[in-house]
């Protein structure tokens, strides 16, 4: 499903941010390493992963390791693309494009006995399938420490504008939504049907889950990564006004999140579209990530 790439959410009076010029490592991975001299602070997460949104433009996700370089100037940012050809590669190419991610961690030490602080943010069904390609990947490469037990630096997730649901709606939403010519869009819907019919009867038949089911579960596993738990503190932040990942199914499965007892906040934007809650209101947005991060290490304090 196609998240489509940054809208405007009205005029932007953004103040400047600093350049950045992440190294591309492969082709759907940079890395970002912190300014030598930079005036990082040992209280701020050693590593910031962030997982794009599917077929995001890069100027549109350099905006945001921008803004984490003056927040976090100490942090090594790993940045992991998402494209839409992904939905139908296999799980080895899948995983394949994520691989890269493993070597910086390795040279992070993150394997070590003193693993980095983590920051995890997530940016629409895309990113949300590619942290799980990443999970499968760690746990393969994890080693464990002297008590048996996976490393858990402290951590905290914060989900923009997802999951979403497998529903057809969510489906023309997702993308007939960037199509401004109305024939054109009757004409897309056409295969789109098609296509989705054909998933959900091959995947009925076969006895698996939709990839969207799968996502959403996945996100619901509380060791979603080897060193986050049920209290790692998760934040959603998603849009009322969001045409493309609905709030209902982003609200469904905060629900089913509480239900498992996981520490969860909720931030809802109202008159923003997708995956453009930063660009409406950046005091509000850049606040609710400064407070999650904050609530990582008061848990880390306390364990």
């Given at each position: 499903m196609s998240d489509g790439d940054e809208p405007v959410a009205g005029p932007s009076k953004l103040p400047p941010l600093p350049p950045v010029n992440p190294t591309q490592v492969s082709r759907d991975v940079f890395v970002l390493q912190p300014d030598k001299d930079g005036l990082g602070k040992p209280e701020d997460p050693g590593l910031i992963l962030l997982f794009g949104w599917m077929n995001a433009k890069s100027k549109s996700l350099l905006r945001y390791m921008s803004k984490y370089t003056s927040i976090y100037p100490g942090a090594t940012q790993v940045l992991v693309m998402s494209r839409g050809e992904s939905n139908w590669s296999s799980e080895a190419k899948n995983l394949r494009s994520v691989k890269p991610?493993?070597?910086?961690?390795?040279?992070?030490?993150?394997?070590?006995?003193?693993?980095?602080?983590?920051?995890?943010?997530?940016?629409?069904?895309?990113?949300?399938?590619?942290?799980?390609l990443l999970s499968h990947l760690i746990r393969q490469n994890a080693p464990k420490d002297a008590d048996g037990q996976p490393m858990k630096p402290a951590g905290c997730?914060?989900?923009?504008?997802?999951?979403?649901?497998?529903?057809?709606?969510?489906?023309?939403?997702?993308?007939?939504?960037?199509?401004?010519?109305?024939?054109?869009?009757i004409l897309t819907a056409i295969p789109i049907t098609v296509i989705w019919w054909i998933v959900m009867a091959t995947t009925t038949l076969i006895g698996r889950q939709d990839p969207m089911e799968v996502l959403r579960a996945g996100l619901n596993v509380p060791n979603i990564l080897p060193w986050t738990s049920a209290k790692t503190p998760r934040v959603y932040i998603y849009g009322k006004d969001d045409q493309i990942i609905p709030s209902y199914a982003v609200e469904d499965h905060?629900?089913?999140?509480?239900?498992?007892?996981?520490?969860?906040?909720?931030?809802?934007?109202?008159?923003?579209?997708?995956?453009?809650?930063?660009?409406?209101?950046?005091?509000?947005?850049?606040?609710?990530?400064?407070d999650a991060w904050r609530d990582a290490l008061k848990l880390k304090a306390s364990l």
């Open positions: 991610v493993i070597e910086i961690l390795k040279k992070l030490d993150f394997y070590g006995p003193n693993p980095p602080d983590v920051l995890v943010h997530v940016f629409s069904n895309g990113g949300g399938q590619q942290l799980l997730l914060i989900f923009d504008s997802l999951p979403g649901d497998a529903t057809l709606r969510s489906a023309y939403a997702a993308y007939l939504t960037p199509i401004t010519s109305y024939p054109l869009k905060i629900a089913a999140a509480r239900a498992e007892k996981f520490e969860v906040k909720e931030e809802a934007f109202r008159g923003s579209s997708h995956v453009a809650h930063a660009r409406k209101d950046p005091d509000r947005y850049w606040g609710i990530v400064k």
